[in-house]
């Protein structure tokens, strides 16, 4: 069976050679020729299938880009956005499949990868956990790509919430993303310029993403988001860049090398709280209310103009809908950070750890951590004691965390579930 799939796919490869213009052949003839192994000494073909589920998703991730931005420019605007999203959703099938997405505490990280995700979850005393994450590596069947995000519901129906934009984000990304960049004309001549585009290609892939999730939602009848939602903290590393974009209260902390050797935390992500100056001031604006509880001083929370509900404490976040009038918005903050050999790994978590760790005591929880593939695990455990130090009487939130070191060793495929 693994010869027979080789077998077809050399034809294939033939076909597009002889199809394509002169200047794309050496391209797809070259993935073609890193597709065959040849025993030494014989002109025999040996096939190795665990070679076929990384490799061949790697190479012919730059033969089909080069295929869908080729057939879209010639397409132009008449291209059909139904197709990308069946393409993309496609992808996110085949990732799964092979193991390249994490959906559960645990680890993974690809052979041929710097990228090594850690994550784990914990269930607080509110319920039922309503945190979930998702880890894509190879993300749109790009090798130097990955996804990752954290999401923190809210409400009666908060963990569905959470769940149902998880599924539907990453390939509404990868489609927009694909849509944009095939509209876009890159100039390899101009690095500085290429960079600059780059990010408002995914900028602008976000917002659209973004605002198609929180319709999508809105018109999912088997969920009632009137009174639930969730935030949503994602990141696209693309080589050496990451891409942050926010919605909500978790954050994203970076941890660098400074000058004199220490490692420092960067704060990469905004806390979207109703008491930020631009965010109080268009729930105003759209008669909404900002103000903390008698029983809880230094909360702020969003509240309809006539009623106590429902008391958001974030000013940021998808579903939602009875406030969606009145100044809460889904609109992402969208930055980009250039990754160095200072860089050490990003620590995305929702407020059930920041509520009660430090950025440099997480930085230093997580560096100090021999395992690296249990640096998420063991984040999340400090921060469910401090809860039971620090909030006395408070229930403890559900805890989350993502873990992405940048300079991790290579390994094979690995996934290890973490007990929650």
Known sequence: MGRLMVMEFHVIMDILCNTLSDSQVPVFADIRQKLWIYKKGTNKLCFDSGFWIIEAMR???SMFNG???????????NSSNGDGRESAETMAKDAKKHDMILRSSGFVNVD??????????????????????????????QADMLFCGIFDGHGPWGHFVAKKVRESMPSSLLCNWQETLSQTSLDP????????????????????TCAAVDRELEQYRKIDSFYSGTTALTIVRQGDIIFVANVGDSRAVLATNSDDGNLVPVQLTVDFKPNLPQE????IQCKGRVFCMHDEPGVHRVWLPNEESPGLAMSRAFGDYCIKDYGLISVPEVTQRHITNKDQFVVLATDGVWDVVSNQE?????????????????????????WKKKRKGIAVDDISAICLFFHSSHHEVNLVTTSK
């Open 362 to 386: 997480a930085i230093q929880i997580v560096s100090s951590t021999p395992d690296k593939a249990k640096a998420a695990k063991r984040l999340v455990e400090f921060a469910a004691c401090a």
């Open 189 to 208: 001549d101009l690095e500085s310029d290429k960079k600059h585009q780059r990010f408002h290609i995914w900028k602008h892939s976000y917002l659209k």
């Open 67 to 77: 295929l869908a931005r080729s057939f879209s420019m010639r397409r132009g605007k």
């Open 112 to 141: 041929g990868s710097n990228n090594l995700a850690s994550v784990c979850s914990k269930r607080g005393r509110k319920g039922v956990n309503q945190d979930c994450a998702i880890v894509w590596e190879g993300f749109g069947c």
């Open 59 to 61: 190479h012919l991730s």
């Open 280 to 283: 109080s001031e268009r729930i």
